[in-house]
């Protein structure tokens, strides 16, 4: 059967040929669409540099003791907002403690005994006095010393911020130089660069606009450089610089990491 309908198409094509009949022509393909290279989605570019970007806060700490010991308490959570001064974390340090107590009482004491050999009266000498004195400096220096020692025993947010990680509980023993709570100024987001190129930096300058677009919030925001890094990068073998975007007004819902594409105006 194959062999004979194969063999029949010619006659039919013959056939329609003389009754004035034309096979229908075959379609041609469609020819592909030129490729346009498109800004990213949600960003109008102007002409200038345009880099792929991420928030990050404005500042960011991670904080350990300088002395080991024991958690004596833990005082915020993750997500508490603190403010500059606020303690966060105590150890227990029972003699440091102990030693603050008696520089105390040692520097009263010498306070008492300078008191005393202050003339009043022709009997007592000023050599006596300048003695007492010096004893009762070196008692407030010695006061002084342990206070400080003691104040390592606790840990203070250097600045307005929020608690992002805290990694030590009650009872654990925290290890000098451990990272025992991270924080970051939340409030103050800013825009970073990933892949800001060497032929491409040059052409920016702290103080030039930035149009930034944040992918996951489908929002474009303004801004202005602040900082362009004087230090490379290497990303996937390419050179990179990063530069510092401050934006004119955070959005709401701006989050640590999100997406970002930038036009740096020039």
Request: with cysteine; charged share 20%.
């Amino acid at each position: 059967m194959k062999k004979i309908f194969w063999m029949t198409l010619p006659a039919l094509s013959l056939i329609l040929a003389a009754c004035g009949v034309s096979a229908p022509a075959a379609t041609p393909p469609p020819s592909a669409a030129p490729t346009v290279e498109s800004a990213p989605s949600g960003l109008l570019l102007t002409g200038g540099v345009v880099a792929s970007a991420e928030a990050q806060p404005a500042q960011e700490t991670q904080m350990s003791f300088a002395i080991s010991a024991p958690v004596k308490e833990v005082l915020v959570e993750k997500g508490d907002l603190v403010k500059a001064g606020q303690p966060l974390i105590t150890l227990y340090t029972p003699d440091l403690e102990g030693e603050v107590t008696r520089a105390e009482l040692a520097a009263k004491a010498g306070e008492l005994e300078y008191s005393y050999w202050i003339p009043r009266r022709w009997d007592r000498p000023p050599e006596r006095r300048q003695q007492a004195e010096a004893e009762w400096n070196q008692t407030k220096l010695t006061l002084e010393v342990a206070r400080a020692s003691l104040a390592q025993s606790t840990i203070y947010a250097p600045f307005d911020s929020t608690v992002v990680d805290v990694s030590v509980q009650f009872g654990e023993m925290a290890q000098t130089g451990q990272v025992v709570i991270t924080l970051a100024d939340l409030a103050h987001m800013q825009i970073e660069t990933t892949d800001l190129s060497e032929r491409d930096v040059p052409s920016v300058q702290i103080g030039q606009t930035a149009n930034v677009y944040l992918e996951a919030l489908d929002i474009t925001v303004t801004g202005k450089v602040t900082k362009i890094s004087p230090m490379s990068e290497t990303v996937g073998g390419d050179v990179v610089y990063p530069v510092t975007i401050e934006l004119d007004e955070q959005p709401e819902g701006l989050l640590w990491g999100m997406s970002a594409e930038v036009e740096v105006v020039e």
